[in-house]
């Protein structure tokens, strides 16, 4: 297993930032290991799969998880917020970084996620693929 750490500095994309780290450096399969910062604009889809939320306010980081590579990112997080309650969801594009963000993702070997359509959710859903060592999956 390989890990990668990188800082996001305010401003950036959190999930932009991750999602473009992984195609940048080939990540075939991954997850996220941890997520240390704020925010100061989180977006997030709820639970029931289609809402979106937009909370612009400060926010702590307080976890972030799931699965990564080059060709998909499915990322829920928690926030903490000012009076320490805690909200999260799914993560997308738009939460961005107040003055810092530190992202450890490990890459796991022999293996690569790809989409692929689901029609019972609706939705391109993880497709693992157990690779002979050192194959490449693209």
Do not use: W
């Amino acid at each position: 297993m390989k890990q990668h750490i990188f800082r996001l500095t305010r401003g950036a994309d959190l999930y932009d930032s991750i999602a473009g780290y992984c195609k940048a450096n080939h990540i075939r399969a991954g997850y996220a290991a941890c997520c240390v910062g704020c925010v100061t604009k989180a977006r997030v889809r709820t639970a029931d799969g289609v809402t979106l939320r937009t909370l612009e306010e400060h926010l702590e980081i307080v976890s972030l998880t799931g699965t990564v590579s080059e060709k998909r990112c499915h990322l829920h997080i928690a926030f903490s917020r000012e009076d320490l309650s805690v909200i999260g969801g799914h993560l997308t594009s738009g939460c961005v970084v107040n003055t810092t963000a530190e992202v450890v993702l490990c890459e796991l070997e022999d293996v690569g996620f790809d989409k692929v359509f689901d029609p019972q959710t609706g939705y391109h859903e993880l497709d693992i693929v157990f690779l002979p060592a050192g194959a490449e999956a693209h």
